[in-house]
């Protein structure tokens, strides 16, 4: 094994590569919310619809899911640096050349150009953070590196609206370009090669099985919600998807166990605390990222916000995780690291819990103190958790290993997004049926509702008196709408922290100390 990387490096030596790996990491999280907030902007100057729009973050993420489970390969290969300064260039070169896109297709070209070099950046990153720091002080570092990605959420939205109030929508990929240079410049005069002398020859076709079962899964997924399906579950693309990707992910593990030098190293999973906690990942991923989105839903379709007033409710929570990270990250090398892990996870599950009794009257600080909870329970449960599952992993394993837990995590998020937006839509429809039946034109309440809209539509709008009544009914049935529509939220808020808390159960059987498995 080649490692250069050893414990003979200056102190200093660790920190730095820590900073620029949380620095790239930083580039590639704000990517994904900074571009979202900016979809509706691009749909505009491009001229395109929403149907065609959603490639521009379906096409991203099927580039960078292919390129997940490539990548511990890649840099097992070539060498960790030279692997993550060349995914940085692409990454940053995409994000030029996104910028400079003059139309929708062309956007979404260089999007799945950008997507490969996402691809790699954080797992590949992750490993290298692993390899520097020893065991005893990979929490702190892995509660560091979190910082980077909470930071990314908690200020994206507020950068993405801020570039395209003040600029245009081109800025919110242009501003990767610095960033993206400064990493690739720092990792070249800083960061020392490590290659993994156990590769052996490329795995075609676990990485061809590999991408076919993660592109039709997510695609799948992606799929059951978009405004072209209404069917759901039942069209015959996200049969066929999901059918493809089963067929795909049993032929992957067959291959995987019975190939000499697997593309991903499923053997690892025999380790009782990294096959935990994945387990874990996904179920914190599916309750976790399937209910981030329908916070800034609610702040802006249900209480009007904008786009960068709702960001500005996220930045406390990546403040929170970014003291919390670090500090429980030290302080879980002398204490048990379940207890943070659990503790954790239980703060989660209660802020989904505070939101599920959202109204259209809620007060913005109740809103806050929920996220704040979420802040700190991110904080306090994700590095232990990374450290614990990662701790019997052998060095040259290290990068199949984060690959996989990436895999795990983007899987677990897909499938959480798309289980929590179907949800939302079958609930809300439910609720709907249920205030509707219950309305009573004909109760005293509704004529006397009824009559006081009308007096206030007569005294402010020149409607004659058909058009304020019709006015008024129009309004009621707006209500009614939304209150149909934060019902359905509220019940994906409920069902998120069940799941969350289910993901304690877990924890309680991984093994604080090392064994010799």
């Not at 150009?113 to 790699?120: K, L």
Request: aromatic share 14%.
């Amino acid at each position: 094994m080649d490692a250069t990387n050893n414990n003979a490096e200056h102190p200093a030596y660790k920190w730095l590569i820590l900073i620029n790996v949380m620095m790239a990491t930083f580039m590639a999280v704000l990517d994904s919310t900074v571009v979202t907030v900016g979809l509706p902007t691009i749909m505009g100057d491009l001229g395109t619809d929403i149907n065609t729009a959603e490639w521009v973050l379906t096409a991203y993420m099927l580039s960078l899911a292919t390129m997940l489970p490539v990548s511990s390969w890649l840099a097992d290969r070539y060498g960790y640096k030279r692997v993550f300064m060349f995914s940085i260039l692409v990454f940053t070169t995409g994000s030029f050349l996104c910028g400079n896109s003059t139309s929708i297709e062309e956007l979404i070209f260089w999007r799945v150009y950008q997507g490969f070099g996402c691809g790699a950046i954080i797992p590949v990153g992750m490993a290298i953070v692993t390899s520097v720091f020893s065991v005893e002080k990979r929490g702190l570092a892995l509660g560091f590196w979190a910082i980077a990605s909470a930071a990314s959420v908690s200020f994206g939205p507020s950068i993405g609206g801020y570039l395209i109030d003040n600029f245009n929508w081109n800025y919110i990929f242009f501003v990767n370009i610095p960033v993206g240079s400064l990493a690739i410049f720092f990792s070249w005069i800083i960061q020392k090669e490590f290659k993994n002398s156990m590769t052996g020859r490329f795995d075609y076709w676990g990485f061809i099985t590999s991408a076919l079962f993660l592109s039709t899964f997510l695609y799948g997924l992606t799929a059951v919600n978009a405004a072209t399906n209404p069917q759901g579950w039942d069209s015959p693309v996200v049969v066929a998807c999901l059918f493809i990707a089963f067929v795909s992910f049993v032929s992957f593990i067959f291959i995987e166990l019975n190939h000499d030098t697997p593309l991903m190293n499923l053997r690892l999973l025999g380790d009782r605390n990294f096959t935990l906690g994945n387990i874990v990942i996904f179920i914190f991923g599916v309750g976790m990222f399937g209910s981030t989105f329908l916070v800034p839903l609610y702040l802006q379709n249900s209480l009007g916000y904008s786009a960068f007033e709702s960001g500005l409710f996220f930045i406390p929570v990546g403040i929170l995780q970014g003291i919390a990270s670090p500090l429980v990250g030290k302080l879980s090398q002398k204490q048990n690291p379940k207890v943070f892990i659990i503790v954790g996870l239980i703060l989660l599950a209660t802020s989904f819990y505070l939101n599920q009794s959202l109204s259209y009257l809620t007060d913005a600080s109740y809103i806050r103190i929920s996220l704040y909870l979420r802040g700190v329970g991110l904080g306090m449960m994700y590095s232990p958790l990374m450290n614990m599952s990662l701790y019997n992993i052998p060095q040259q394993f290290m990068a199949q290993a984060s690959s996989l837990t990436n895999i795990i995590r983007q899987v677990g998020g897909s499938f959480g997004v798309t289980i929590m937006s179907y949800i939302l839509t079958k609930r809300t429809a439910f609720h709907l049926s249920s205030y509707s039946e219950a309305l009573d034109q004909s109760s005293a309440v509704y004529q006397q509702t009824i009559s006081g809209l009308n007096q206030y539509m007569l005294h402010h709008t020149h409607a004659s008196v058909h058009e304020a009544t019709q006015l008024s009914m129009r309004l009621i049935d707006q209500q009614i709408a939304m209150e149909a529509y934060i019902g359905g939220m509220n019940d994906d808020f409920f069902i998120a922290s069940m799941i969350t808390f289910a993901a304690v159960l877990p924890v309680l059987f991984m093994i604080k100390k090392k064994t010799d498995s």
